[in-house]
């Protein structure tokens, strides 16, 4: 699989001249770059794809299927693509895991029934998405962040057919030098947990094929609050395709985001909270536009230099 990635943005992005969040308002934004090389990689599976392996450069938030549902690393139905649902950061994926970026590594998952899977990964965690990785991981430090996740994908019964549902559970291991907030001590091997779950809990009808419904979402996450800015993370939410007449593949949803600073460290707010709903119309067979609405409290956990923000939005999305 190879993937090539750019962006040319003529200023910079809304986030750093105008919000100043902490967990991002376009997490579909590149930044000003050329085009790279941003995946590269070779899978082999087994056992008919109970058993896979994937290698080169990777990313770690994007893995497989299990039940008709993201498997690894903190996958989600409803809140985790960034080009088609939410864009606030906090709604794509949790802020407390430290993905690094796209570098060199390795997935192995494995998922002996169809409800059950678990997933490792372990990628470069110095990585730059713009390089081939072999200089960050292979030499000076050569710090790899690992993941760990388990999940079930139980398809629970509904008066119009099958609920498709998944319930996750990951840690991550960080062995990078961190420096500790209340003193001038550094901290290695940091760790932290977190917890998601994605269900449908309504179907319009009994088709297989036909996705209309509702569907609700929650994501928590725990980082080591010596070392780590933001110490705890929530996110709730719900989506609906089709809740339009003749408007079946339209998708409406709304997110709610919560990152909770560290105590010790300088950010002088508890906490930064996002709002977001969007509304995805599907334009024809190949293009959908999403207009969306945010609002930030507490952008960047600023008591005085920042104000609230409402972030207006319009994506349009093309596939060819």
Not at 115 to 138: C, H, L, N, S
Not at 245 to 267: K, T, W
Request: aromatic share 12%.
């Amino acid at each position: 699989y190879l993937l090539g990635e750019g962006s040319w943005p003529r200023t910079e992005g809304i986030n750093e001249t105008s919000v100043g969040s902490f967990l991002g308002v376009n997490d579909d934004a590149g930044g000003a770059r050329s085009l790279d090389i941003t995946e590269f990689w070779f899978e082999k599976s087994w056992l008919e794809e109970s058993l896979i392996l994937r290698l080169g450069k990777i990313d770690l938030t994007c893995g497989f299927q299990c039940g008709n549902c993201p498997a690894n690393f903190d996958g989600s139905v409803y809140a985790g693509d960034e080009t088609s649902q939410f864009l606030n950061s906090a709604l794509v994926n949790n802020p407390t895991i430290p993905f690094p970026d796209n570098g060199l590594g390795a997935i192995l998952y494995a998922s002996p029934v169809e409800w059950w899977y678990a997933a490792f990964g372990a990628a470069d965690a110095q990585a730059d998405a713009r390089e081939t990785g072999f200089r960050t991981a292979f030499h000076a430090e050569d710090y790899f962040l690992c993941l760990l996740e388990t999940g079930l994908t139980p398809s629970l019964p509904g008066p119009s057919g099958p609920l498709q549902g998944a319930y996750r559970i990951g840690c991550w291991f960080d062995p990078q030098d961190k420096q500790r907030f209340a003193s001038e001590s550094i901290k290695r091997d940091d760790m932290g947990f977190y917890l998601s779950f994605c269900q449908c809990v309504f179907r319009e009808n009994g088709d297989p094929e036909d996705t209309q419904g509702l569907g609700l979402f929650s994501r928590y996450g725990w980082a080591d609050s010596d070392v780590n800015e933001l110490a705890d993370f929530w996110s709730a939410g719900a989506q609906y395709q089709g809740i339009l007449p003749h408007r079946d593949e339209d998708v409406l949803a709304l997110g709610l985001a919560q990152g909770i600073f560290s105590n010790r460290s300088e950010i002088p707010e508890d906490a930064e909270t996002a709002l977001e709903m969007y509304y995805n119309l599907k334009v024809s067979g190949w293009m959908h536009l999403s207009p969306s609405v945010q609002y930030i409290a507490n952008p960047a956990g600023s008591e005085n230099d920042l104000q609230d923000a409402v972030v207006l939005g319009m994506r349009m999305q093309a596939a060819f």
